[in-house]
T-cell receptor
Framework: GAGVSQSPSNKVTEKGKDVELRCDPISGHTALYWYRQSLGQGLEFLIYFQGNSAPDKSGLPSDRFSAERTGGSVSTLTIQRTQQEDSAVYLC?????????????FGPGTRLLVL | AQSVTQLGSHVSVSEGALVLLRCNYSSSVPPYLFWYVQYPNQGLQLLLKYTTGATLVKGINGFEAEFKKSETSFHLTKPSAHMSDAAEYFCAVRPNSNSGYALNFGKGTSLLVTP
């Protein structure tokens, strides 16, 4: 079946602009995660959604970052007033129910470059 | 918080030689342990995971890893390297509890396979 998809695959923006990154999880997966991969920080957790529960936003680096998940499926990560340090690959993952031993399936990522 | 240490940011082996990628974690309670592989410009793919039971875990592409509680280690091995194994490898942990759902990743090890 189809895996996790993300769009766009690449995004170049100017400092100060807002960007939206999209994630389509695997059908039927109730848990959805956003991670950021950058040269200096490695792979960092950003935010986690599980069903209709309130999201775990503990990894968001600043209030410029927000995410929503509509209808328990597609998720959008929004970065407002982008800064150069936001340049990174943003990875989305999904899993069946969000339990600890589950495999998280990753999308190909969105490569964001802030000029 | 649990942390993951991957010794060696770069490892080079000859084709046909043993692959050994090291991973140590810090946790008072054994967590769930994962190895992911990332090929250039792609997302992360699960190689194998340890949750409970047998401590020697076999994964895809001939890789295996052994959970050693006494050494807090989860090293990844493959008896004979292939050129196609060249990639970035990430060790990750997740709490063995109902709190905390995100994966905590190591910094990654880049594997180079030479002819």
């Amino acid at each position: 079946g189809a895996g996790v998809s993300q769009s766009p695959s690449n995004k170049v923006t100017e400092k100060g602009k807002d960007v939206e990154l999209r994630c389509d999880p695997i059908s039927g997966h109730t848990a959805l995660y956003w991670y950021r991969q950058s040269l200096g920080q490695g792979l960092e957790f950003l935010i986690y959604f599980q069903g209709n529960s309130a999201p775990d936003k503990s990894g968001l680096p600043s209030d410029r970052f927000s995410a929503e998940r509509t209808g328990g499926s597609v998720s959008t990560l929004t970065i407002q007033r982008t800064q150069q340090e936001d340049s990174a690959v943003y990875l989305c993952a999904s899993s069946w129910a969000g339990t600890g031993e589950e495999t998280q399936y990753f999308g190909p990522g969105t490569r964001l470059l802030v000029l | 918080a649990q942390s993951v240490t991957q010794l060696g940011s770069h490892v080079s082996v000859s084709e046909g030689a043993l692959v050994l990628l090291r991973c140590n974690y810090s946790s008072s309670v054994p967590p769930y342990l994962f190895w992911y592989v990332q090929y250039p410009n792609q997302g992360l793919q699960l190689l194998l995971k340890y949750t409970t039971g047998a401590t020697l875990v076999k994964g895809i592409n001939g890789f295996e890893a052994e959970f050693k509680k006494s050494e807090t280690s989860f090293h990844l091995t493959k008896p004979s390297a292939h050129m196609s194994d060249a990639a970035e490898y990430f060790c990750a942990v997740r709490p063995n509890s109902n709190s905390g759902y995100a994966l905590n990743f190591g910094k990654g090890t880049s594997l180079l396979v030479t002819p």
